[in-house]
């Protein structure tokens, strides 16, 4: 860990800024009738979740530039004595900077003119697929609030879908979550169920997929950028939230927040409970339950015009009985009580610093400790499994961007040190082979320094350019260097947008490897070890962003191609699980997302759907092997579904209510045992009523897989074994918001 410390103090010295690019920039002319600019006319920002504002005066060139804005989705209004007020809706993501233009207009042309930005503003110079999911969605779609829901990624972004318990996003298992654009460190594969971040104390979460700009990093799959809950929508008030239903379930939480005009604050405790966690290997649910509780807490302090610091911090742990089922003809002589234990803290201390309009630095100091500990009971049979495995790291990163004129650059390093601990033992029961125990122990460490500049050719032409170069030390040392480019090129009568990217990308191999007697074990089985080396991933992308009559419709294509792909594998039956690489895969696939506007101002409804193959090729390159051969050509990975599809809703009803629905439908997902390739389409669909009495209280009543559909997702022997469907779940959630 002296390591660690080390690269963090450097980080720290370095001065060279962080919190990452959760931030955008907004900027805009003003100018009247006669395209002459508006001096000293009053521009103001402002949050349509929070009160959230920015006020600022257009410069002698009508010239208005906001920095530092947080993604989301805002309004920017525009009044002058002598004009009518206009104003415009604009959605900010990271790292973008749209330009608006207001024309005002006298008073005796319009009283009050109110002007919606494009669709997707920022899609007309981003290269990035990205959704915004914001708080008041995850609160209405089915099941999103619980703890470990990840409704609120899979019911909105294509070809994303959980199996064996995992998040798959286009294909793969790496994705990376962001805290205010800080990158939560975490190398291990496969050893976490659930989302990072509670859902109830996000504010907003920014999706991408692919096509990153060089400062978002490596994890090929998808980036979660959340910005959380700060207290800019309270004003000292608290929110006890109760949530109950079948398999005894509740998911509870009580929060709290207020704010200044400098100083915001925002907290939370959760805890939960359930007899169905994880997914269960027959249609019973038998020895399944789950339980948790966590913590979250925001501090932001506004020093000064310039100035803006930021404490965020999270903690929680998990508990899950592994689901067995006594019955099932597959595990016939066996017994187990398998349980997984994880336990997550993260904390981030940012600093955000203006020099003028256009130019700002961000600094960002992090710890985060992650730990996954799978635990058998002593009686079971064959074999009793313990694996305890704790990680900490310690770092920062920091940034320094640059907007003006058609230039939006962004320059940083980001870096961590790392110290990993495992335990791992079993006991075998039937006597086939001696019992271990043993600890190992490893320290790395991983550095990156990256530039990315986006250059708006025209104000039809935007180009990006980046490189991020890596050099991570561990087991092995490894350099990487990831150029990155792509165009977006908008078609000014229609404003549609095509954009293309092509770059590369490293992901940093986990830093434990098997040694003493794991691997006479191993070899006992004819199985043996190879070093593990990072992944490096290919891409290219071609999409198109159609705004029409305020809906949005966004289609993609994107080809992967890795070496060493990242997967996970176990030792027979012992639910030891390690990480391992395939010398190569392919996943292409086209995506389709649609989102309408309000309807009538009733409600919205959204389509997601994704076509994509996923296969390796060739044997495996590192970690737990059997140096079979490969077989010929390509193979289908165990997660490949070619055809998933959401479409849902939500619909304002009378009487201070709404409903809410989702349809899932999967075409199956590969099988272990073909012919055929596939297992069977599996379709659920899930359903919300909701009402609120005043301002205060509010209940919402929701079910999942409402036919109670069960069918076999998957039939890999992964994690607890293999995955049947969800049965029906019906839960309420009351709320009741109070002031102190």
């Known amino acids: 860990m002296r390591g660690a410390l080390k690269l963090l103090a450097v980080l720290l010295f370095l001065g060279v800024p962080a919190l990452g690019t959760i931030f955008g920039t907004v900027r805009g002319i003003v100018h009247d009738p006669q395209h002459r600019p508006v001096a000293d006319a009053t521009v103001t920002l402002e949050a349509k979740t929070s009160s959230y504002s920015q006020t600022m005066q257009t410069d002698a060139e009508g010239q208005f530039h906001f920095d530092a804005v947080p993604v989301g989705e805002y309004s920017v209004t525009v009044s002058q004595a002598g004009f009518a007020k206009q104003e415009k809706a604009v959605t900010v993501l990271s790292g973008a900077a749209p330009i608006l233009h207001f024309e005002l207009r006298l008073p005796t042309q319009a009283q009050s003119v109110t002007v919606s930005a494009d669709s997707a503003p920022a899609q007309t110079e981003s290269v990035t697929p990205t959704e915004i999911v914001s708080r008041q969605e995850i609160a209405q779609t089915p099941g999103a609030t619980r703890a470990n829901s990840t409704a609120m990624i899979t019911n909105y972004v294509p070809g994303a879908y959980v199996t064996h318990d995992q998040l798959h996003v286009r294909g793969g298992h790496q994705v990376s979550w962001l805290i205010d654009g800080v990158p939560i460190p975490n190398t291990n594969i496969a050893s976490n169920l659930g989302p990072q971040i509670d859902p109830k104390d996000i504010d907003t979460m920014e999706v991408q997929r692919g096509s990153y700009a060089a400062d978002f990093g490596d994890r090929t799959y998808g980036v979660f950028n959340v910005a959380p809950r700060t207290g800019f929508e309270r004003n000292n008030e608290g929110e006890l939230v109760l949530g109950f239903g079948n398999f005894y379930q509740t998911d509870d939480q009580v929060n709290f927040g207020g704010h200044t005009n400098r100083f915001a604050y925002y907290g939370s405790v959760s805890g939960n409970r359930t007899n169905l966690g994880l997914e269960t290997p027959t249609s019973a649910v038998i020895h399944d339950a789950a339980n948790g509780y966590s913590g979250f807490g925001s501090l932001i302090y506004n020093a000064g015009s310039k100035d803006q610091v930021r404490l965020v911090s999270s903690l929680r742990r998990d508990f899950y009985q592994v689901a067995f089922d006594p019955n099932d003809p597959d595990t016939a002589g066996q017994f187990f009580r398998d349980v997984n234990r994880e336990s997550d803290a993260f904390v981030a201390f940012s600093w955000v610093h203006t020099f003028n309009p256009g130019l700002l630095v961000t600094a960002a100091p992090f710890y985060h400790h992650n730990r996954a500990d799978f635990e058998s009971d002593p009686g079971d049979f064959p074999t ?26 962004r320059a940083g390093i980001y870096g961590f040190g790392q110290k990993d601990d495992e335990l791992l033992g079993v006991l075998f029961h039937d006597g086939s082979n001696p019992d271990f125990r043993t600890a190992v122990s490893a320290s790395g460490s991983l550095v990156a320094l990256f530039a990315e500049e986006q250059f708006r050719a025209t104000s039809w032409l935007t180009l990006n350019a980046g ?90 294509t994107f080809t992967t191609r890795a070496n060493n792909y990242f997967d996970h594998s176990n030792v027979g039956n012992s639910d030891i699980f390690f990480p391992l690489t395939i010398q190569g895969a392919l996943i292409q696939g086209w995506e389709l997302t649609i989102r309408s506007p309000r309807i009538r101002k009733r409600g919205q409804v959204y389509l997601t759907y994704s076509n994509q193959v996923a296969k390796g090729r060739g044997a495996i390159s590192g970690g737990l092997t059997d140096f079979e051969p490969p077989p010929e050509g390509f193979f289908l990975l165990d997660h490949d579904q070619r055809n998933t599809l959401h479409f849902g809703g939500i619909l304002d009803l009378p009487w201070r209510s709404y409903t809410s629905t989702d349809v899932y439908y999967g075409s199956g997902f590969a099988r272990q045992d073909g012919p055929p390739d596939h297992l069977p389409e599996h379709t659920t669909f899930d359903l919300t009523l909701g009402k609120d009495f005043g301002e205060r209280f509010s209940v919402a009543v929701s079910a999942t897989n409402v036919s109670n559909r069960r069918v076999l997702l998957d039939n890999s022997l992964t994690f607890g074994g293999t995955h049947f469907m969800n049965p029906r779940e019906i839960f309420a959630q009351v709320r009741y918001r109070f002031h102190y």
């Open 384 to 409: 009793a499994t313990t694996d305890n495995r704790a990680s900490n790291y310690a770092g920062g990163q920091a940034t320094l961007v640059y907007v003006q004129g058609r230039n939006n650059t």
């Open 467 to 556: 490189v991020r170069q890596t050099h991570f030390s561990g087991h092995l040392v490894e350099n990487a260097t990831s150029p990155r480019f792509g165009a977006a090129v908008r078609v000014p009568a229609l404003n549609w947008t095509f954009r293309a990217f092509y770059g590369h990308f490293y992901q940093a191999p986990p830093l434990l490897t098997a040694t003493g007697p794991i691997v006479q074990f191993v070899n006992d089985q004819n199985l043996s070890f190879i070093p593990l080396r990072g992944e490096r991933d290919e891409e290219s992308q071609f999409g198109v962003t159609i705004p029409l009559r305020g809906w949005t419709i966004d289609a993609d």
